[in-house]
């Protein structure tokens, strides 16, 4: 199963990623920019920054993304000039759409946003439909409506031309400020951002849905976000019931949207199909009633919304899950948008994120501690235990002691102790209870004015506020009057990094380029020139081009390679260290992160009890020293055991080096690779039961690919499978091949390049050694050997004299039996 990754941030702010294929946390790279929520889908992260604005982070895509730009040009033949721009005012326009509804004059088409680049100048589209145009790309028909030909026929009145442009995206691996609803983004910050919709059905290939909440309590609905348009056009503000100020809103697979209210209560959208993305109505649905307090409603705190599942956390730090909602159904049937009733889970928890197959994630509300739901499936939706996720942590030397909490210290009063987690996340006994409680609203559809009212403008020069936590009151929203983001703007526009590194999706026709400070002393040479990987959001330049500006580019092109979001390229600076730690986490976000609950990732580390010692009565502890007794009494029944020889004698050795792995029609990549062996020598004078097997020297041995960190494997497959070990060095390139044919078809041969041919030579002397031992092969084959191919491309040789070989130790070794 390909990898996935889990998103959570800390204390501080910062990003951290867990790879299902690994078993480290990996801290995004620290560019100044502190976040509060994030929310992830599959290559595509959104968040909420310390300024309180949206980002998008694009990464690990195998394409880049590119987009092509068309329009039309049209002219009509007149009977004294010819064909003509002078059109009729019943035509369209002189360079408009494919149906000529809109217009589209090439001089006048901007990009997007400042996260695009152009990519090669318009030209001329000389194919239509398979055929090939004249030079000049005209296509003749009788009228604009009517079917276009190549040729230019005597009743050909109209003709159009295509001309065509592509833009590519240029933050991949960066964050990418989105335009803010205002001038000035102080104006209306925004508190939360969601993402989901990946899966609606019978949706188009690519679609995504984004809603984020303002400080205002205003749900917004951000348009045209795809794939292929990841920061998407615009945010529309979509009205809720009167009274309802939103604090909190998540975004399901299937598009399905669940937001809570500052009074605790919830409301769903409904109608959320492929036509309509942003739904039709809201529906009402009531908190849970608490179990210990009968009759008293709870407040939820926040909500995550799964496939077919949510679920929720109310003001008691309790869990609780949601029957009877349907992802699939949701869109066309209230009852499977809304469920039916409430699931209690009693745990101290103080956020929670759910995967897009229904996977449980949470954070716990008193120690801070990240927690996975084990036994959840189709059967079971609740699960059955909550497991906490424990792996070592690659960081930045950025990263301040204030979150961390080393493993070292045995405190048993340090809020993140690993001693304390499952102390603090359960308090009861009892886990479950139902409450059923759902009702109605009128429908509350989104009116023009409010679209109109929500134009982006553009990411204006704006202050972080660093570490600062927002806090509202329950019943109502907060006044934006006294949270003086203007003067806090002011205080903290000094303290925003040297080097902080953001792409703005700011629209490319507002320049903003104000910038005050002495931390902005590194400039760039060209300051009107603009890069995805120099810019910060609240720095607006404009477009960098790679003919007039090429020393933006390559200054960084080498640092943002497809693994850079995971800080993976060389640290010649340090700037990254491992260490065994506790984090006091945030929140965390799963939506990008398929878990198989079947093959749960390793991640956790459960062999030490609660109190940090050994647990030596643990059952699996118990039967191994049960077996070791076993043997011990059956040794000391032997009359002579100083007459028997050992068994088995290991020795082995590993051999690691740096190199370059190519799977067939992949690229090369940086990694390790570690050959270990594992030689075996049998007795002379052991047997098996069987009087024809004798026990033999039994060689073995593994060959690994590693990803550069040394941790995440990229292959791994026995000696045994190796067939052939072969050069295939190209001038300045030593490089070997190993075919090994059992292997799947996308992964033999294995191309290996390294550094200088020496070190070529030496692994090749290695391998071409463990595989003959492996293969018992000696020297030259006997003149009269039988050699054979398989349909797998696998040589076999038999040789008579190894044949005569072996019966003469079989006879040795049944004579020395008899003598002893």
Not at 307 to 322: E, L, Y
Not at 449 to 461: E, I, K, L, V, W
Not at 720 to 733: F, G, K, N, R
């Amino acid at each position: 199963m390909p990898s996935s990754l889990l998103f959570a941030t800390n204390s501080e702010g910062r990003v951290y990623t867990l790879s299902t294929n690994s078993a480290a946390w990996r801290e995004f790279p620290y560019l100044g920019l502190e976040f509060k929520k994030i929310a992830a889908v599959p290559h595509f992260v959104w968040a909420i920054g310390g300024d309180r604005q949206v980002y998008v982070y694009v990464y690990g895509l195998d394409v880049p993304i590119r987009v092509k730009e068309e329009s039309y040009e049209n002219e009509r033949w007149l009977p004294i000039e010819g064909f003509s721009k002078t059109l009729l005012p019943t035509d369209r326009y002189k360079f408009s759409s494919a149906d000529g509804s809109v217009e589209r004059n090439i001089d006048k088409i901007r990009l997007p946003s400042m996260a695009w680049q152009w990519d090669g100048e318009w030209h001329l589209d000389l194919d239509m439909d398979g055929q090939q145009l004249g030079e000049d790309g005209w296509m003749y028909a009788l009228d604009f409506p009517a079917t276009y030909s190549v040729k230019n026929s005597w009743n050909s009145y109209v003709r159009r031309r295509k001309w065509v442009r592509f833009r590519r995206y240029s933050a991949l691996n960066s964050w990418c400020a989105v335009a803010p609803l205002h001038k000035d983004p102080t104006q209306e910050p925004f508190i939360d951002v969601a993402v989901g919709g990946t899966n609606v059905p019978n949706a188009a290939s690519g679609t995504m849905i984004v809603w984020a909440i303002t400080a205002h309590g205003r749900a917004m609905f951000r348009t045209g976000v795809s794939t292929y348009a990841p920061e998407g056009l615009r945010w529309n503000a979509i009205n809720t019931p009167p009274g309802c100020e939103l604090a909190q809103i998540s975004v399901g697979p299937t598009g399905l949207v669940w937001a809570v209210l500052y009074n605790g209560r919830a409301i769903v959208r409904t109608g959320v199909t492929r036509e309509n993305l942003s739904g039709e109505a809201w529906l009402d649905v009531k908190p849970p009633i608490s179990s210990s307090d009968a009759g008293t409603n709870l407040k939820i705190l926040q909500v995550s919304v799964g496939t077919d599942s949510v679920w929720c956390v109310t003001n008691d730090s309790h869990v609780w899950f949601r029957r009877g909602v349907k992802g699939e159904a949701a869109g066309i049937s209230e009852d499977a948008a809304i469920g039916s009733g409430w699931v209690e889970l009693i745990v101290n928890i103080s956020s929670i994120s759910v995967a897009p197959n229904d996977q449980v994630f949470a954070v716990g509300s008193s120690d801070r501690a990240l927690y996975f739901r084990s036994g959840v499936s189709t059967s079971d939706p609740t699960g059955k235990q909550w497991r906490q996720i424990q792996c070592p942590m690659q960081m930045s030397r950025t990263s301040s002691s204030m979150s961390i909490v080393s493993r070292r210290s045995g405190s048993g009063s340090t809020p993140g102790s690993k001693h304390q987690s499952f102390s603090n996340l359960y308090n009861k006994d009892k886990e479950k209870g139902i409450v059923e409680t759902c009702a109605p609203i009128e429908n509350m559809p989104a009116s023009p004015a409010s679209t109109n009212s929500s134009t982006p403008g553009t990411a204006a020069a704006h202050a972080r506020l660093k570490g600062e936590l927002w806090k509202y009151p329950t019943d109502s929203p907060p006044s934006i009057g006294s949270l003086n983001l203007n003067e806090r703007h002011k205080k903290r526009n000094s303290a925003m990094r040297e080097h902080a590194t953001h792409a703005s999706s700011a629209p490319a026709t507002e320049l903003v380029t104000e910038i005050s400070g002495k931390h902005f002393e590194t400039q760039l040479k060209n300051p009107r020139a603009w890069s995805p990987v120099r810019s910060v959001g609240s720095i607006v330049g404009t477009e960098a081009h790679p003919e007039s500006d090429s020393a933006v580019f390559e200054s960084d092109s080498t640092h943002h390679g497809s693994d850079a979001f995971l800080g993976e390229d060389e640290d010649h600076a340090g700037s990254q260290f491992w260490t065994e730690c506790e984090v006091m986490w945030n929140c965390v976000a799963a939506g990008g992160a398929y878990v198989d609950p079947a093959n749960v990732p390793n991640w956790f580390n459960e062999q030490t009890s609660s109190n940090g010692k050994v647990d030596v009565d643990a059952p699996w502890r118990k039967d191994i020293i049960g077996k070791l007794q076993k043997q011990k009494e059956v040794l000391k029944k032997l009359k002579h055991p100083e007459k028997y020889e050992k068994a088995v004698e290991l020795t082995s050795w590993i051999k690691s080096a740096e190199a370059r792995y190519q799977r067939p029609g992949g690229e090369f990549e940086d990694c390790l690779i570690e050959l270990e062996w594992v030689s075996g020598g049998g007795a002379a004078g052991t047997t098996s039961g069987d009087a024809n097997n004798t026990s033999t020297d039994s060689d073995s041995g593994t060959f690994t690919v590693l990803n550069p960190d040394g941790v995440t494997t990229k292959i791994q497959f026995s000696l045994s499978a190796i067939t052939c070990v072969q050069c295939c060095s190209e001038p300045s390139a030593p490089r070997i091949a190993l075919h090994a044919p059992r292997l799947p078809s996308n992964c033999s041969p294995i191309k290996l390049q390294f550094s200088s041919d020496a070190e070529m030579e030496d692994w090749l002397s290695h391998l071409s050694s463990v595989c003959c031992q492996i293969n018992e092969v000696s020297g030259k084959p006997a003149n009269n050997s039988i050699w054979i191919t398989s349909e797998l491309g696998e040589v076999f040789v038999f040789d008579p004299l190894n044949m005569k070989a072996n019966q003469l130790d079989k006879e040795r070794h049944r004579y020395v039996e008899k003598l002893m």
